[in-house]
């Protein structure tokens, strides 16, 4: 299989003059032969040429096959499916019968205009993204600030930090259910320890989008915390001294160095967040525990990735769930282009 | 001239070793199709046959000792059992599986309230069971055989269990309350009408103990009054008719007395809340079929011991139940379905009873001292094989379509929660639920 020790070690030193090298190889395959003098027999030219010519490709072309599963799955399981989506989208298609399409042209996307359950779950998922994403990351860069101060046990901090995001989805929502229960719920139970009413979590339409949040907040926070540490770890201490020698107060370290240095951060784990936020589905999914994926008695909390997922494997309807599907791929594209628009602009103001 | 001998070698070596590879990862791929076909065809000399059954949740065959006993009359087949723990992962994958007639079990599962589906669009991919030997027709009650039926007379699945309801009550609650606690005493308070089983409800609350409720949840009330009529959501001529249905109205508006009479715990069943309701006694009657009563029994653990019993229900009902199918693209077709068809014989149905609670959907079965005999230790030695025989004998012949499931998740986990949990009216409720329908329903 080793192709190139076996090589080396019997081809003779005198047949090429520095053979081995590759720059020395392809000048000698560029330059014609007869410029040269010719020490050998044209037979082993030929072969030294031929040899050449097998490198050059194996240089071309071997990086493109080392990469080349990553695409070929990407391919198999991002692109086709990608793309299988879109072309379902646009036919009658049942789980019933999946091979049985009807061709319905762009009707899935356009009677979402008039679908009240389709804007009900955007509005949820903008609504639960918002409250989730905002305090996330505003904690998340709290946490940084203070695990970046010099600290006894600070690697211990850190990976405590990051343990809820170690946790699956399942437990922590098992467990969020159990906290925000109405009738013996934890939370419910320390409102009442200060003379508050119970609160039914799950069935108001703002209780339930904030239960759903604080576990995506206690998911992520922790995570986005980390990177924003790495990046602060980063910032030249000098950029802090001469602040200080300025006579600059901590909090103002913090605004004027620590947040513009991490401006690229802050931007990247919004764009990340914004994408959980936008596909958000196990939480409320499991939050309703098993009642199926209607997001609640009035689909209060029904995110898009749940109605995508009620309408294809609760109602069997592949067609229409392709075209959540495809529309919250859009809505992604233009999060995306508004995101590169803010970048850009803060790039020219810097 | 050496240098090309040996490039070609290597070119060759190399391609020796993907054709290899790649043969090795087909193979990987074809083994389960290749090697068990040919072995299954030439008979059990050439050695065993492997039967996969597919089925959701726990059936209780292995647990009960089935598959070891088939296994012991038959040495040249082993059985193995795969299971999802839920149907709604369990059925849409069942459902691919079947279009693309590949990763089927020898034996698929199908819920009572998937059949209807089933039998209309996938008889075609399914063997017809009732020419299978050692099915007999007669062994099953009617209704359950016609469910897994379809216009043609093709049977695509046999009947496991079936889930004749009844009520399961605290005695002491109802005695705390001042009502009965007798079983029999009991069922007489409500015999024959779901409108008294509310009347007493409204007795039990007037007196309840703080903090506890005469039911669990109104849409537990509605799904048992719409389970002990006979049409629901289709006509018999398969038309949709939920809107209009004269049992759908009455289930809704006992489930709404129930709601808006303060007599529910405003729970959700098989929820965290519900379990622990079950746990703190919160509630006094729950509509139980024999499956439920394991769960009843786990979920009240000691507290609960000696305090719960099972009076006959209002109207007799059926909730839950399974069919065993065997698809057509199956390796072992035969095979399967004689284990399908051994399964679901008297004899094994009535050791499922005694092992698991799974009521019988063989009438034949009833006779036998393992039904007729069987009696709950911990429900107060309540002689459930007899009192869900007689329920059995009494339920309707249900008229199911293929959207039952979808109809009635709508109507409960959005209709009557809104009412029941939401305090919303039970017209808006109503309204809720339709518009959920209509949506769930358009394709």
């Known amino acids: 299989m080793d192709g190139r020790t076996t090589r080396s070690p019997d081809s003779p030193a005198t047949d090429t003059p520095a053979s081995g ?141 990051l343990t809820p995001y170690a946790t699956s989805v399942a437990a922590a929502t098992l467990v969020f259910v159990l906290l925000f229960g109405r009738d013996y719920g934890l939370v419910n139970w320390l409102l009442s320890t200060v003379g508050a009413d119970g609160v039914d979590w799950e069935n108001g339409s703002w209780t339930s989008k904030l239960a759903v949040s604080t576990i995506v907040v206690w ?55 914004t994408i959980g936020a936008t596909q958000l589905f196990g939480e409320p999914l499991l939050f309703s525990g098993s009642a199926g994926a209607s997001g609640g008695a009035d689909h209060q909390y029904q995110t898009l990735g749940l109605y995508l997922y009620e309408q294809g494997w609760v109602n069997l309807h592949l067609g229409r769930a392709s075209a959540i599907a495809w529309t919250m791929f859009l809505i992604l594209l233009v999060i995306a282009a508004v995101n590169a628009l803010i970048a850009r602009r803060l790039r020219t103001s810097q | 001239m050496r240098t090309t001998i040996r490039g070609t070698r290597r070119r060759a070596v190399a391609l020796t070793a993907a054709v290899a590879l790649g043969a090795a990862l087909l193979g990987g791929c074809a083994e389960d199709s290749d090697a068990p076909g040919a072995k299954g065809s030439s008979g059990a000399a050439a050695g065993k046959t492997t039967l996969t059954v597919g089925v959701f949740g726990v059936f209780g065959y292995k647990q009960a000792g089935l598959y070891d006993a088939y296994m012991k009359l038959h040495p ?48 075609g991919k399914l063997v017809d069971l009732s020419k299978a030997p050692g099915v007999r027709k007669a062994d099953f009650i009617p209704w359950k055989w016609a469910q897994a039926t379809n216009a043609s007379g093709k049977t695509v699945g046999l009947g496991t269990d079936i889930g004749p309801m009844a009520i399961c009550y605290r005695k002491d609650l109802f005695a705390k309350a001042g009502l009965p606690t007798d079983r029999d005493a009991v069922a007489k308070l ?16 007037d007196k309840a103990p703080a903090g506890t409720s005469f039911v669990d949840s109104a849409s537990g009330v509605y799904n048992a009054v719409i389970s002990s009529s006979a049409e629901r959501y289709y006509d018999r001529e398969g038309k949709l008719v939920y809107k ?57 653990g000691d507290n609960g011991r000696d305090k719960w019993d099972v009076a006959a229900a209002p109207k007799p009902g ?5 069919f065993l199918a065997v698809p057509e693209a199956g390796r072992h077709k035969s095979e399967a379905a004689k284990l399908a068809a051994w399964l679901t014989a008297p004899e094994q149905q009535a050791k499922l009873f005694t092992k698991q609670a799974s009521f019988p959907s063989a009438r034949a079965a009833y006779g036998l001292p393992a039904v007729s005999g ?43 929660l809104q009412v029941d949990q939401q305090g919303k009216t039970p017209e808006q409720g109503w309204r809720a639920a339709v518009e959920s329908i209509d949506n769930a329903l358009d394709q």
């Open chain 2, 318 to 322: 059926n909730w839950g139940g399974s």
């Open chain 2, 244 to 300: 209009d249905s004269p049992s759908v109205r009455q289930a809704w508006d006992a489930a709404m007395r129930a709601a808006t009479g303060r007599l529910t715990a405003r729970l959700q069943q098989f929820q965290k809340s519900w379990d622990q309701a079950y746990a703190n006694g919160r509630f006094a009657t729950v509509s139980c079929p024999p499956w439920m009563l394991g769960y009843i029994k786990e979920k009240s």
């Open chain 2, 374 to 416: 069987a009696k709950h230790p911990y429900f107060g030695d309540a002689p459930i094989g007899k009192i869900f025989a007689a329920a059995a004998e009494g339920i309707p012949d249900q008229v199911l379509g293929p959207k039952d499931l979808t109809v009635n998740q709508n109507i409960t986990d959005v209709g009557v």
């Open chain 1, 21 to 161: 090298s590759p720059v020395s190889d392809r000048s000698a395959s560029e330059t014609p032969a007869s410029d040269r003098p010719a020490p050998d027999s044209p037979a082993a030219v030929r072969a030294r040429e031929r040899r050449s010519r097998r490198y050059r490709r194996d240089l071309r072309w071997s990086p493109y096959l080392f990469i080349a599963p990553f695409f070929l799955f990407f391919a198999a399981f991002g692109l086709f499916p990608l793309l299988y989506t879109g072309w379902a989208a646009l036919h009658r298609v049942e789980l019933t019968a999946p091979t049985d399409m009807e061709w319905a042209g762009l009707r899935n996307f356009t009677r979402l205009l008039g679908d009240d359950f389709f804007w009900n779950a955007l509005g949820n998922t903008f609504v639960i993204g918002v409250l989730s994403t905002v305090p996330q990351l505003l904690m998340a860069l709290g946490l940084a600030h203070l695990l970046n101060y010099r600290l006894r046990g600070s690697m211990f901090f850190r990976v405590a930090v």
């Open chain 2, 190 to 205: 409500w015999a024959g009408d779901w409108g008294k089983y509310l009347d007493v409800g409204k007795r039990f609350q």
């Open chain 1, 219 to 273: 998911r992520w926070t922790g995570y986005n915390a980390l990177i924003y540490l790495a990046a602060m770890q980063a910032i030249p201490h000098d950029l802090y001294e001469s602040a200080a020698l300025d006579g600059a107060s901590r909090w103002q370290q913090f605004r004027y160095v620590t947040i513009p240095s991490l401006r690229p951060t802050i931007l990247f784990t919004c764009v990340v967040s």
């Open chain 2, 76 to 123: 040249d087949i082993t059985i193995k059992e795969t299971s999802i723990e839920r149907n709604e992962n369990y059925y849409p994958q069942l459902l691919t599986h079947l279009s693309t007639g590949s990763g089927l079990a020898d034996i698929q599962a199908v819920e009572v309230n998937n059949i209807a589906e089933v039998t209309a669009t996938q008889a």
